[in-house]
Nanobody, 130 residues
Framework: QAHLVESGGGTVQSGGSLTVSCSNNAYLVVNLCMAWFRQAPGKEREGVAAIDRPGDTIYADSVKGRFTWSRDDAANTIYLQMDNLKPEDSAIYYC????????????????????????WGQGTQVTVSS
């Protein structure tokens, strides 16, 4: 049973930057099978960044060019670097892990779908003030 823990949320002004992290305690978790989602009040949870196959990161259109998914395998941690933040980026940010086997691929149209993921962290709040 994977246990995911997000950290690094907070409040930042519009145009600022923030990095959120997600660590896991599961042995042999493949960090390439982890993704970032977010949920704003009154809205559905949406995919932000994920890996559909090794070497290919996909992003929601709303964050392309501003957010960057990265990982530190030695630390069992993934990151979401968020630059040029906007008030509409305010949400609870979640990391998620899907069960995967080599070659780790997931169809591109499923990589940002919450239903494709099996384990979730508790979330970390990101608030962007205007």
């Amino acid at each position: 049973q994977a246990h995911l823990v997000e950290s690094g949320g907070g409040t930042v002004q519009s145009g600022g930057s923030l990095t959120v992290s997600c660590s896991n305690n599961a042995y042999l978790v493949v960090n390439l099978c982890m993704a970032w989602f977010r949920q704003a009040p009154g809205k559905e949870r949406e995919g932000v960044a994920a890996i559909d196959r090794p070497g290919d990161t996909i992003y929601a259109d709303s964050v392309k060019g501003r957010f960057t998914w990265s990982r530190d395998d030695a630390a069992n941690t993934i990151y979401l670097q968020m630059d040029n933040l906007k008030p509409e980026d305010s949400a609870i940010y979640y990391c998620a892990l899907r069960k995967c086997v080599w070659p780790l691929n997931i169809p591109r149209d499923q990589a940002l779908e919450p239903a494709a993921y099996d384990y979730w962290g508790q979330g970390t709040q990101v608030t962007v003030s205007s």
